[in-house]
């Protein structure tokens, strides 16, 4: 259907993918009551704007989809959205934690303006402007359902239903408002991933304003640590051997500091729970039945192995991996019923999907599990997005998108304005395949929780076209910590040498300093954290 607001609205049928209207709004749209056809423009621009579905999975590297050329795995239902619409090679974020990502998308701002910096002792400021609250006021139904993960109660949703923190594999507790309006605790039973799906079909087949525009964020837990599948998935893979990654032994020679004292190693770091080798918590008797058959005899021929060494390693690599790749199976499955339901209800046509994780992710890269770096695997993120009559089919975007853009790419669908203070870009040029002469050349990264899990040191950074800065720096509570790292991305795409030291480069990096100083004054970062002390200097 053509965008109604681009032409005389009444003589085009805006109502013909809407059902159940009203013999008031039938009159309405004729122009037959007093006000008609100035009621009639004003509802018709609201109803023609799309729908847009934000579906964002937690951890999912896009080394684990189909449509990014996965070693390792088949995602028919996300690879679905790629064909038909769009793939981004080049998203990237812009402080890869699961926390603070999530609040850069809902605010258009980097951490250190939204407040949300790292994911401990932190808890998002709701009272600042979302584009969830800017949304609803222009005239979007909004609705989050499964994690939020930002410690706070959702603004400017008209109806959220969401883990309690990470929340769990199995049976999650979930937050959502009470018949008072107030946030209420309910207990569900079953797998996580389908109890979110189940939730976000019910709320668009029987609760929201069908006069409305919605915007759904629907987002997944799965597939974080520590990787439980569920029930149908418990056995697959058991018979194959999934590809190592080509740097699963990374010793971190020419790297300096910080890569060697991370504890995020798939040969050291992985605990009996993550490698489900202790009774794991939480199950139903039915559930556990169902596990320990899976698992007893898997951990029964693990233990008579008594594997040593490599041997060990490469067991624990597929036990990671495995049970990883069965979760995104489940989340893979859940987004099939999704764009089933929005094929079914006629609403495929007029709804954006956009498919991403909250950041990337280590497969055995580099010898790891986890995210947090600058490095490649950590920093893109996957991102897809449909929409049919907008965004070709099969087509591809090697453009610097970041998760920054995201904000303002769903303001810019809905016709609404962006805000001045927002700092991102919105991505709709890019998607009607129009990139901008001046679309950005270069991307700046900042990290911060240190100390923190997996001792993975704060550090901000540029990416370049060709090369990547990281600078590693001081603070208080790691003053003996100031290291550069420089990667020639051409040369050395899996960021193995660190070419900082070689003298031929001192004029380069003397130019990536002075881009990285102009990137931190654009962005307005001195340092400090809004709402927080200055940090004490190391
Ligand atoms: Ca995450």
């Given amino acids: 259907m053509m965008p109604c607001h681009s032409l005389p609205c009444h003589s085009l049928p ?51 989809i189909g449509a990014y050329g996965s070693r390792v795995n088949q995602t028919p239902n996300i690879d679905r959205i790629a064909k038909e619409g769009m793939r981004f090679d080049r998203c990237y974020v812009t402080n890869s934690i699961c926390g603070p990502c999530r609040a850069v998308i809902l605010t258009g701002k980097y951490s250190h303006l939204n407040g949300f910096e790292q994911n401990s002792n932190r808890v998002f400021n709701g009272e600042q402007q979302t584009v969830a609250k800017l949304l609803q006021k222009a005239g979007y139904q909004t609705a989050m359902v499964g994690k939020w ?3 706070s109660t959702p603004t400017g949703f008209d109806y959220y239903n969401i883990l309690v923190g990470q929340g769990p594999y199995y049976n999650p507790p979930m937050i959502t408002p009470g018949p008072d309006g107030q946030p209420t605790r309910v207990k569900h039973t079953g797998y996580t991933t389908d109890i979110i799906t189940d939730y976000a079909l019910d709320w668009l087949q029987a609760q929201r ?36 990654p080509p740097t699963l032994f990374d010793d971190y020679a020419g790297r300096g500091r910080p890569a060697h004292e991370q504890k995020m190693s798939v ?101 790891w599990y986890d995210k947090r770096w600058m490095y490649e ?63 950005r050349k270069e991307m700046y990264y900042h990290y911060y929780e240190y100390p923190g899990p997996h001792d993975v040191a704060r550090h901000y950074g540029i990416r370049t076209e060709r090369y990547k800065l990281i600078h590693f720096y001081p603070h208080a509570q790691h003053p003996d910590m100031d290291e550069w790292e420089l990667y020639d991305l051409q040369q050395d795409p899996a960021e193995m040498s660190n070419v900082y030291n070689d003298s031929r480069n001192s004029k380069l990096i003397q130019e990536l300093k002075e881009r990285l100083r102009k990137l931190r004054e654009f962005y307005k970062d001195d340092g400090t954290v809004v709402g927080q002390p200055r940090p004490a200097a190391a």
């Fill in 14 to 64: 805006c109502h013909s993918l809407r059902p159940a209207r009203t013999a008031v709004q039938l009159l309405l749209l004729a122009g037959i009551v007093a006000g008609g056809p100035a009621l009639h423009f004003a509802r018709c621009q609201a109803e023609d704007r799309p729908n847009i579905l934000f579906i964002m999975s937690d951890d999912h590297a896009y080394q684990a």
């Fill in 149 to 151: 993960h930002l410690e």
């Fill in 209 to 244: 304003d069908r006069d409305k525009p919605f915007f759904l964020m629907y987002h997944h837990k799965a597939p974080h640590r520590n990787w439980q599948p569920g029930p149908k998935y418990l056995t697959k893979y058991d018979d194959l051997q999934i590809p190592e």
């Fill in 267 to 367: 040969a050291k770091d992985l605990s009996a729970n993550d490698l489900k080798l202790v009774p794991q918590g939480g199950l139903t008797p039915q559930q556990r039945e169902a596990w320990d058959a899976a698992y007893g005899p898997k951990n029964a021929a693990f233990v008579a192995a008594n594997l040593q060494g490599t041997d060990l390693v490469r067991w624990q690599y597929q036990r990671y991996v495995k049970d990883y790749l069965r979760c995104v199976d489940a989340v893979d499955e859940n987004v099939g019923r999704v764009l089933d339901y929005l094929d079914q209800s006629g609403l495929a046509k007029n709804t954006v999907v956009i498919y991403t994780s909250d950041q990337g992710w280590y497969l055995g890269d580099h010898g």
């Fill in 377 to 439: 695997e950590s920093f893109r993120t996957p991102l897809l997005v449909r929409w049919p009559e907008k965004v070709k089919p099969g087509s591809v975007n090697a453009d610097f998108a970041m998760n920054l853009d995201f904000a303002q790419t769903f303001l810019a669908i809905a016709g609404a304005p962006s805000p001045g203070d927002m700092q991102g870009r919105s991505l709709l040029p890019l998607l009607t395949g129009d990139t901008p002469a001046d679309w």
